[in-house]
């Protein structure tokens, strides 16, 4: 059996913790929301329920999810670096163009 065919049959047990850990912060959210807020800005309590929807609302529109591997920025790529370092004048002239085309669309 593979690294692969085994990671497809052990992925399944993480959806539990993934559920759990979803829960348990949505109560850190509302423990927090309550302890602070109302005493701020007076503002409602919120429930549980209330509590995950805000957390799950920040997490689309300020964090989003990183189900993925994280992508590295290609110049923090050693070799990058060293490549455009060592362009020529040309070279240079050339990786400019195609980013200024890239970036006025």
């Known amino acids: 059996m593979t690294a692969n065919q085994n990671w497809k049959k052990r992925r399944w047990m993480f959806l539990p913790v993934f559920i759990l850990g979803w829960m348990f912060i949505s109560a850190i959210v509302m423990i927090l929301w309550n302890s602070i807020i109302p005493n701020i800005l007076h503002l409602p309590n919120i429930n549980y329920w209330q509590a995950m929807g ?5 997490r689309i529109l300020f964090g989003g999810f990183h189900f993925r591997k994280r992508r ?12 455009l370092l060592n362009m020529n004048e040309e070279e240079k002239e050339q990786f400019k163009h195609q980013w200024r085309q890239r970036c006025d669309k």
């Not at 805000?54 to 920040?58: A, I, N």
């Open 72 to 83: 590295r920025l290609p110049y923090s790529d050693p070799s990058f670096r060293e490549k």
């Open 54 to 58: 805000l957390f799950t609302l920040s």
